[in-house]
């Protein structure tokens, strides 16, 4: 990402905000590591609607689904129940069938965690590996970042 301190992310990154609940946490209240994965999960697919292509539209339109195919995380500080965290979602690398995101997890602007995902372009049909179609191979292409 842009910045990895404990200051807020730049502006320009799609952000998706979410809220801790009891089934998040752990007995004592923290996140369970797990969940974090599904928080970032849900930004990514926010983020693919936000540029017009839902994943049930990416599978009927384009016969393509995603996959994750690596995750590298690293936990900074803890999450708890009741924070209402930001999530955000930078399209790092596309490539014909594959696809890196950068990920934060932050609280009141505190990094939480951040992430590297690696997606896997696959057939709706089959779940093979497969190119990403061309028209949105281009629009992902358009929408890489620089971020760091």
């Known amino acids: 990402m842009t910045q990895t301190l404990d200051t807020a992310p730049a502006t320009d990154l799609f952000s998706w905000p979410t809220r801790v609940y009891w089934e998040d946490t752990d007995a004592g209240g923290v996140v369970y590591h797990a969940q974090y994965v599904a928080f970032m999960e849900r930004a990514r697919s926010e983020w693919l609607r ?13 016969g393509t689904v995603f996959a994750v195919r690596a995750m590298r995380i690293d936990f900074r500080l ?37 992430a590297e995902v690696r997606v896997a ?9 497969q190119a990403i179609p061309d028209a949105l191979y281009t629009q992902l292409k358009s929408l890489e970042t620089s971020a760091e």
């Open 50 to 62: 936000a540029h017009g292509h839902g994943q049930a539209s990416l599978r009927d339109s384009h």
């Open 78 to 114: 803890p999450a708890r129940l009741d924070d209402v965290l930001s999530v955000s979602v930078a399209l790092l690398h596309c490539r014909r069938a594959s696809a890196v995101f950068v990920q934060e997890v932050r609280r009141d602007g505190v990094l939480l965690l951040d």
């Open 121 to 129: 372009a696959l057939s709706a049909a089959d779940f093979r590996p």
